[in-house]
């Protein structure tokens, strides 16, 4: 008999793939996600969402995209490590811009653009989450800078988030993304969990899998959890199933 089974749990509540069934609505993750929403609704271009390794940023974009999916044409750029022009391949698929055999660069750019602005005027916005985005090159940073120009006579047609580790503030004070970092009016940052977040954490992904009211982590246990994880979700995780 395996775990699940002497348990009576459906799945494994341990899995690292980020999954919105397990998400942890807790305070701290829903201001996060509503200071975003906020700022999307003010219209602002940019806006910076921040934390270290595993404390949710690839959850909190996956939760904003099932929010704005039917508001927003989205894009969710999970490749980082793409080129301006891979960028522009990349968005002109995901907002329906087919490229034709032979098309150039600069036309198949043109006719994303030509879309966009139809797509402004009609009244729906573009938004493009970019995560990972401590690791995209600056040259590509300032091209998504510079899709944010794209704007109505009301609002701006195209917005970005980027969601990235702490590395990317660092990023952003080199000058050659300088313009960039003056474009973003809102910043937020995710914490590492406090213990007591830690406690409701384990509680809610056991009772997502059947556990019910059940508690199978002792007090003890938790507390080994959070010194060894320092309140990082996904090291958690980790502790549990290494």
């Not at 794209?150 to 580790?165: C, S, Y």
Request: glycine share 8%; with cysteine; net charge negative.
């Amino acid at each position: 008999m395996n775990y699940l089974e002497h348990f009576g749990l459906r799945t494994t509540p341990f899995s690292l793939t980020p999954d919105t069934e397990f998400l942890f609505e807790d305070l701290e993750f829903l201001m996060t996600a509503k200071t975003v929403l906020a700022a999307l609704e003010e219209g602002e271009g940019i806006i910076k969402v921040t934390g270290d390794i595993g404390t949710g940023k690839t959850l909190l974009g996956r939760y904003l995209l099932g929010i704005l999916e039917k508001r927003y044409a989205v894009a969710y750029l999970l490749n980082p490590l793409l080129s301006v022009r891979d960028l522009n391949q990349v968005l002109a698929a995901e907002f329906g811009i087919l490229a034709e055999p032979g098309m150039g660069f600069q036309v198949l750019l043109n006719r994303m653009l030509e879309k966009l602005m139809l797509m402004g005027s009609r009244g729906m916005k573009a938004l493009i989450l970019v995560d990972e985005a401590q690791s995209v090159p600056d040259s590509t940073l300032e091209a998504l800078r510079l899709m944010t120009n794209l704007e109505t006579e009301k609002e701006k047609v195209v917005q970005v988030v980027l969601l990235g580790q702490l590395e990317l503030d660092e990023r952003l004070e080199k000058p050659e993304v300088r313009a960039l970092k003056q474009r973003i009016a809102t910043s937020c940052h995710l914490r590492p969990m406090d213990i007591d977040r830690l406690r409701s954490y384990l509680r809610h992904r056991m009772q997502a899998v059947g556990c019910g009211e059940r508690e199978l982590f002792t007090p003890e246990a938790i507390e080994a959890l959070f010194r060894g994880s320092r309140g990082s979700p996904r090291l958690v995780l980790l502790k549990i199933f290494p």
